[in-house]
């Protein structure tokens, strides 16, 4: 191992104690990412869902033909 790397190496929250105390503060930005990301994947998710029951739902109407649908029925049953 290098010289300067052993301070890198501990100063990295992957390799660092949760007792340190400068554990908190850097999970706490690292999660704010995390959650974005997180975030993004999971909207695209429901949209691509919600699109293809939309889909499903029109394509089984006639044309002129309306539907109502109870939304939280139809989303609980999903």
């Known amino acids: 191992m290098a010289a300067g790397a052993a301070p890198l190496i501990y100063s990295n929250i992957s390799s660092m104690?949760?007792?340190d105390a400068a554990y908190p503060t850097r999970r706490?930005?690292?999660s704010n990412a995390f959650f974005k990301s997180k975030l993004e994947m999971m909207s695209t998710v429901i949209k691509e869902?919600?699109?293809q029951h939309i889909a499903l739902t029109?394509?089984?109407l006639k044309?002129?033909?309306s539907k109502v649908v109870d939304m939280v029925k139809f989303?609980?049953?999903l």
């Open 75 to 77: 989303t609980r049953d």
């Open 17 to 19: 104690r949760t007792e």
């Open 28 to 30: 706490k930005a690292l």
């Open 63 to 65: 044309i002129g033909e």
């Open 58 to 60: 029109l394509n089984g």
């Open 49 to 51: 869902v919600t699109l």
